[in-house]
């Protein structure tokens, strides 16, 4: 038990649908984000947000959108996603000391394994 | 160009043998700072050590050792006695010290057999 709760765990959605990946952290943390996690390839860094704000957007496409309504709760809505989207998306969450500062361990939920058909 | 190299896909192993993992990384910061993680069968990637960049000092925690070297940008992670509960894959990470990003490695595929 992280301190990070992802739902749903598994999620299996068309191509034209429209559903939400849920992310809690019960930490205290002012920082979370989200990674995708493909078969064969390093997770990579989609969104952070910090205090809030979103700080950064790896040039991620426009059907993933995230949401951060308060420091324990992140988003990330789906819509018209492509089959090369399936993977494992994992939360993670961190508390940063001020901004600018780093280096801080990050502590991960347990993922949604999302599959698109 | 990738900033952490995990050289091993796999390892496989018997009980009770130990098992080193190499992690090569590349920055241009002075201060930065290393991860290891450890990701179960269940998902979930489970924080196991965090190394500032000024901090050469070798940890050890039960089974568990980890070896920084700055001179040849190596931190690598040994495990003692390895276990079949050690079965995961292991990721080592780099955070250079403006960027809010981790930097994972590909990981390293731990398979302890009875």
């Known amino acids: 038990e992280t301190g990070v709760t992802q739902t749903p765990r598994h999620l299996v959605m068309g191509m034209t649908n429209k559903k939400s990946l849920k992310c809690e952290q019960h930490l205290g943390h002012n920082a979370m984000y989200w990674y995708k996690q493909s078969a064969k390839k390093p997770l990579e860094l989609m969104f952070v947000y910090s205090l809030e704000e979103r700080v950064e957007n790896n040039s991620v496409p426009s059907r993933f959108s995230p949401e951060c309504p308060n420091s324990s709760h992140l988003f990330l809505h789906l819509h018209t996603l492509q089959p090369e989207d399936s993977a494992l998306y994992l939360c993670?969450?961190?508390?940063?000391?001020?901004?600018?500062?780093?280096?801080?361990?990050?502590?991960f939920g347990q993922g949604t394994r999302l599959t698109v058909v | 160009a990738q900033k952490v190299t995990q050289a091993q896909t796999e390892i496989s192993v018997v009980e009770k043998e130990d098992v080193t993992l190499d992690c090569v990384y590349e920055?241009?910061?002075?201060?930065?700072?290393l991860f290891w993680y450890k990701q179960p069968p269940s998902g979930e990637l489970v924080f196991l050590i965090r190394r500032n960049s000024f901090d050469e000092q070798n940890e050890i925690s039960g089974r568990y050792s980890w070896n920084f070297q700055k001179s040849t940008s190596s931190f690598n992670f040994t495990i003692t006695a390895s276990q079949v509960v050690d079965s995961a894959v292991y990721f080592c990470?780099?955070?250079?010290?403006?960027?809010?990003?981790?930097?994972f490695g590909a990981g390293t595929t731990v398979t302890v057999r009875a």
């Open positions: 920055t241009r910061d002075t201060t930065y700072y």
């Open positions: 990470a780099l955070s250079e010290s403006n960027d809010y990003k981790l930097s």
């Open positions: 993670a969450s961190s508390q940063e000391e001020r901004q600018g500062a780093r280096g801080t361990e990050a502590f």
